[in-house]
């Protein structure tokens, strides 16, 4: 069985572009998240879908960070326009239980921002 | 004061060690507990998931949860070089996850 899979696995841009990663979670897993993970930093969580509602987008930066998860499948999460210190691995994880439950990992999209 | 406590380290142990990794926390509401493992540029990788106050073993790695002291730690017998990573413990309510910041481990062969 396929795991979580992302894209690109590495980006480098130059401040002010946009930027977008994709994300395909483990079939089936209805709960989908996305995380930022700084240098020697666990994952903090940037937003959680239940389907394809974002049910905790508390700590997304909505001023620039967007994120959608059209038909519950898989998702997007976009920069824009990207600053320096967006420059960080952006993980993508799934579960497949809508309260609790393991929490599965993508390799992540590490970004660089010049 | 963070939710999740973790001696950041880093580890250094001679291979065959058994090694102890460990993590406070301060939310009663936590119900589930995992470690992962996560080798460099790597996403984390699921090592273990508790629910209950006890042990749990996995062939080299055990992982224990004392609900009562908010304390889990994780156990590994005979390391070995290929055990050198950071271990991410995480802990779950209401479907929120909360991890701590890692501890990296080094084992010298």
């Known amino acids: 069985e396929a795991g979580v899979v992302q894209s690109p696995r590495y980006k480098i841009i130059e401040k002010k572009q946009p930027v977008a990663f994709w994300c395909n979670p483990i079939?089936?897993?209805?709960?989908l998240y996305w995380y930022l993970q700084n240098l020697g930093q666990g994952p903090e969580l940037l937003i959680r879908y239940e389907n394809e509602e974002a049910v905790d987008d508390s700590q997304l930066p909505k001023d620039r960070f967007s994120a959608e998860r059209l038909k519950g499948v898989d998702s997007t999460l976009k920069i824009q326009p990207a600053e320096l210190g967006d420059s960080a691995v952006y993980l993508c994880?799934?579960?497949?239980?809508?309260?609790?439950?393991?929490?599965?990992f993508g390799e992540g999209s590490r970004l660089t921002v010049l | 004061q963070k939710e999740v406590e973790q001696d950041p380290g880093p580890l250094s142990v001679p291979e065959g060690a058994i090694v102890s990794l460990n993590c406070t926390y301060s939310?009663?509401?936590?119900?589930?507990f995992m470690w992962y493992r996560q080798y460099s540029r790597k996403g984390p990788e699921l090592l273990m998931y508790?629910?209950?106050?006890g042990n749990k073993e996995d062939g080299r790695f055990t992982a224990q949860v004392d609900k009562s002291s908010k304390y889990i730690s994780l156990f590994i017998r005979d390391s070995q070089p290929s055990d050198s990573a950071t271990y991410l413990c995480a802990m779950e309510t209401g479907n929120q996850f909360y991890f701590g910041t890692g501890t990296s481990l080094t084992v010298i062969p």
């Open positions: 508790t629910y209950s106050s």
């Open positions: 994880a799934s579960s497949s239980r809508a309260w609790g439950g393991e929490l599965f």
């Open positions: 079939s089936g897993h209805n709960t």
């Open positions: 939310n009663s509401a936590f119900q589930y």
